[in-house]
Each structure stands twice: as structure tokens, then as C-alpha cells.
């Protein structure tokens, strides 16, 4: 016989996205799928050497047009947060990036991003007092090494430095989705105000270490321009907004492995656009990391308790 409470913790999709929400989960999903691009844009149609300025015009301009449409600036203790969160979330991922994805090979300088859902189940414990889930750092793993199958191939080339600032990088945002999810938003705040918040944020973090270590603009050509206005609008704000809505409404385990996407998307682009090809490993990686998100949003199995008359 089940309790009440059992009940009611599979009605509520304990450990996963809740029943009914999986709409929401796809929806949220869209924004790792576009960050996905990201390795493909940096590569092909952006100036090189310029991961900072990259990341500049990817947060401020679209954290600016959201201040203006919203009208609503930071109150009270929400200035401090909001600065922290811009920073966590885009002032330092956003450069380490770009540089992880100067110094690698497309997909290998998303691998570290696969780690990201086994950070957040870690944070969740510390940050949110939530009980440490074996199933949670189980298919975590199982995704992490999907990806890595998927996109560590015997010609993939390691450099330090790319391998560094991309594992910095997830570690970063794997706090910054913690922080987001234990601070929620003010009353009355919408995801539109609260992303320009934090882009303006991570921005502002930006613009004097842009021009201090890369000095002026480089020479933005058509192609360029092109990347840079996919990056800063829908990789920039359309993606943030999205993706803050999926923290509000999901539980942070269930968000953060939704980050898989975005090194298989990477994976795929190689293949369609480069002519890169997969073989039965990289399959087999596919079909593991996919497992993985598919288990991340589906509710734990629920505990069932043994009713004895007398107690």
C-alpha cells in the first residue's frame, strides 16, 4: 500500500520534471540546442583571437534592449544578485567559451559542458539542501560519457588551455543555475527583466577586459555580423529567457542535464556542415546522452511503504 506522501511525490515528479511539465521541458530544451551553434558560428564566421569581444556583444547589447522593453531595474539586495549571477552565468562562461572553442576541435570543446549535470546534483546538495541522488550522478555520468563519446575521437586534439577554460566554464554556469534556482525571481519580475539583469551584468563584466587584453574591435565583415547577431539574440536573450523560465518552473537537476544538447547539436553541425562522419561509437554516444536527458525529466521511481496494521 502506497501513502499519501508517496503519492503525491510521483504526482509532483519527484526527481524529475513534473507530470505535465514536460511541454515546458521541451520547450527549455531549445535553448541548449541553440547554444549548440555556438561552436560552428565561433569557427567558421566569426574574426579569431577575439573570445572576449565575442562574449561582449553576445550579452550587453541583448541585456540593454531587455532593460529597455522591461523598464524594471534591480531592487534592493537583487542589485548584488543580480551582478553575481551575471558573472556566474555569462561574464566568465562566455569568454572561456569562445577560447575553449578557438582552441579545440568543435566538439571536444564542449565535452567539459557534459560534466555540468553531475556539478549541479552536487551544488543541489550544498546550495539547496536536497538529499545527494545516486540516480542523478548515475545517468550523469552515463551522460558525460555519451558526449564523450560522441565527440572524442582518436584525432581529437587536447590543448590545456581549451580543455581548462571549457571545464571553468561549466563549473561557473553549474553555480550560476544552482544560485538562479535557490533565488528565484522577485515578485513581480518577469524571466525577460531578470535575463537582461544578468546579461547587462555579465556585459559590463566584459567591456574593460575586453579592450584591456584585446585591444580595439577587430573588422566585422558580413559574415561576421551574421554571427554576432545570432549569438546575441538567439543565443543571447531569446535563449536566456527561455532558459530562466525552465529554472522557475523545473526542478535544476532536470534543467541542467538538458545542457547535453548542446555538445551533441555541436556534434551534429560538424557532421552536416564540415563533413565530419560518425562511426558505431559516436552512435553509441549519441544513444547514451540521449538516455540520459529522457531519464533526467522523467520523475524517480516512487518508494513504496508497507502499511502494518498496529502502527
Known sequence: MTSPASRSGRA????????GQLPR????ALTPVAWGTTYLVTTELLPPEHPLFAGLLRALPGGLIALALTRTPPRAR????????????IGVPFPLLFLAAARLPGGVAATA???QPLLVALLAVAVLREALSPRRLGWGLVGTVGVGLVVIGPGA???AVGILAALGSAGSVALGITLTKRWGRPPGVGATALAGWQLTAGGLFLLPLTFLLEGAPPAIGPAAALGYLWLGLACGIVSYV??????????????????????LVAALLGAVVLGQTFGPVQLLGFGLALASIVAGQLPAPARRYTHIAGN
Open 12 to 19: 509532483a515528479g519527484v526527481g524529475g520534471a513534473p507530470r
Open 25 to 28: 521541458a521541451a520547450l527549455t
Open 78 to 89: 537583487w542589485w548584488g544578485r543580480a551582478a553575481a549571477l551575471g558573472v556566474l552565468n
Open 113 to 115: 559542458a557534459a560534466a
Open 157 to 159: 586534439a587536447f590543448d
Open 242 to 263: 527561455v532558459w530562466l523560465r525552465g529554472i522557475a518552473a523545473l526542478p535544476v537537476t532536470s534543467v541542467a542535464v538538458l545542457v547535453l544538447l548542446s555538445p
